[in-house]
């Protein structure tokens, strides 16, 4: 793979919104190549498959796709998707961690804090550190990306806020994951300032996903929210340069433009 392409990994890239992203960010530019982060490299590849014989009303896919076997809750995991991204590319330009999950079988409190932590903080901050020195070899124009894909359910601001139409949704180990996610995205904020590169949490909103399992996304399609692709098109935007003025605040990117408070 040339390397003067912009080479960009996706994290839980074989479903949802990662899926739509993937597939947004090849309709979007030729120079892309985009790495779809798979727990198993068949999931990866069916993905692919079903992509590349759907029709795209927004478009023919111009930039290349390619599986890469990422379970970000596995360290070795974690270490052999580098190693694979370095042999290939050498370097890694835009840093997608959107991989998430929502623990909705029966289980004890530490179970679902330890399993949700594992995949939504733990794994997102192994991994940022495991490329860190690929985003260093980035030849894109401005720096490098590392974008997070929170919510705004971990906005402790938005929690305490009486009309905050979400503040009947419980998720307590949910939305402390998230909020410890937006906090880790400050550190990288500011750790990373002197390199010029560029970091966000981005909202992705109320969006039909598979993030609660089969059941909850018949619940998401019924109660009107939204198509995946609309955060998928705002991520675009943002690995286009199109939002950096809402990455210079502070705060979290929201998919509707501006920011929503910490």
């Not at 190693?83 to 998430?100: P, S």
């Amino acid at each position: 793979m040339a390397s003067d392409k912009t080479i960009i990994l996706i994290t839980g890239a074989n479903s949802g919104i990662g899926l739509e992203t993937v597939v947004a960010l090849s309709q979007a530019s030729p120079n892309f190549h985009i790495l779809l982060g798979a727990r198993s490299v068949e999931k990866g590849e069916k993905a692919i498959s079903e992509v590349k014989s759907t029709s795209h009303p927004a478009g023919p896919l111009k930039g290349t796709i390619s599986v890469v076997q990422l379970d970000v809750s596995d360290e070795k995991s974690i270490h052999s998707a580098k190693e694979q991204i370095e042999n290939t590319y050498r370097k890694l330009d835009v840093l997608i961690n959107n991989a998430g999950i929502v623990v909705t079988r029966p289980c004890d409190t530490l179970t679902n804090l330890r399993e949700t932590f594992e995949t939504n903080v733990f794994g997102a901050m192994l991994l940022t550190e495991a490329v860190e020195p690929l985003l260093k070899k980035s030849t894109m124009s401005g720096g490098p990306y590392i974008i997070h894909v929170s919510s705004s359910l971990g906005s402790i601001g938005t929690r305490l806020d009486p009309e905050d139409k979400y503040k009947g949704v419980r998720g307590d180990t949910y939305r402390m994951s998230k909020a410890a996610m937006n906090m880790m995205a400050a550190c990288h904020k500011f750790n990373y300032a002197e390199l010029g590169w560029k970091v966000c949490t981005f909202n992705p909103g109320y969006c039909v996903s598979n993030l609660t399992g089969p059941e909850g996304r018949e619940v998401r399609l019924s109660s009107g929210a939204r198509p995946a692709r609309d955060p998928a098109d705002a991520l675009v935007e943002i690995v286009q340069g199109k939002r950096d003025g809402d990455l210079a605040k502070s705060g979290i990117v929201d998919i509707d433009g501006g920011v929503i408070q910490w």
